[in-house]
C-alpha cells in the first residue's frame, strides 16, 4: 500500500468538494477544478477529510494510481485554497522586465522584446524590474508558465546571465584563461 496514498486529504473551511462516482471538483477562496481518478482507486469522504482506497488485493498499477490520485487531488486541495507561486530572478545588465496590462514584456538582451501573455488561471506580478512571480491556484500550469518564462533566456554558466527560479543554483565554469 502506497505511503503517500495512505494519508488523508484534509479539506480547509472554505473549501468545499463534491464527488459525483469518479468526479470530483474542488471549490475555494482562490478558484476552482476539477479532476477524474482512474477506476482502479474509490474516494470517501469522511467530516473534512477524503480518503483515497484501494482494493486489499491491490495490484502494482493499483498501488501506483493510489499515490498519484492522492497527491493530485491534494494539490488541487492546497491550490484553490492557498494557491501556488513560483519566483523568478533576472541576472545581467539591461536585462529586466515589466507588465503592461495582461502582458510580460522583458528585455533579454534581443534585438526585440519578448512579450509573453499570462494564461487564463495564471496571474504574473512584476515588484521591481527584476523580479517576476507567477500565480495561481494550478500547481502544474504555474511551474509550466514559469519554466516558459525561464525558457526565454536560461542562465548561462560563464557569467551567470539570464533567468533563474529564486531557489536555483547555476553552476559557474571558468572561463578562458589567457597566456
Known sequence: MSRIGKQPIHIPSGVTVEINGRNVKVKGPKGED???????????????????QIPENYTK???????????????IVVGVSEGYSKTLQIEGTGYRA??????????????HQ????????????????????VKGYNKQLVGQHAANIRAKRKP?????????????????KVGKTGK
Open 156 to 172: 548561462e554558466p560563464y557569467k551567470g546571465k539570464g533567468i533563474r527560479y529564486t531557489d536555483e543554483h547555476v553552476r559557474r
Open 34 to 52: 476539477s479532476l477524474t481518478v482512474s477506476e482502479r482507486v474509490s474516494l470517501v469522504q469522511e467530516g473534512d477529510e477524503i480518503l483515497v
Open 114 to 133: 519578448v512579450t509573453m501573455e499570462d494564461p487564463e488561471g495564471i496571474e504574473v506580478e512584476v515588484p521591481n524590474d527584476r523580479t517576476i512571480i
Open 61 to 75: 498499477e493499483e498501488n501506483i494510481d493510489h499515490g498519484l490520485y492522492r497527491s493530485l487531488l491534494n494539490n
Open 98 to 111: 515589466n507588465k503592461q496590462g495582461k502582458n510580460l514584456v522583458m528585455n533579454l538582451g534581443y534585438s
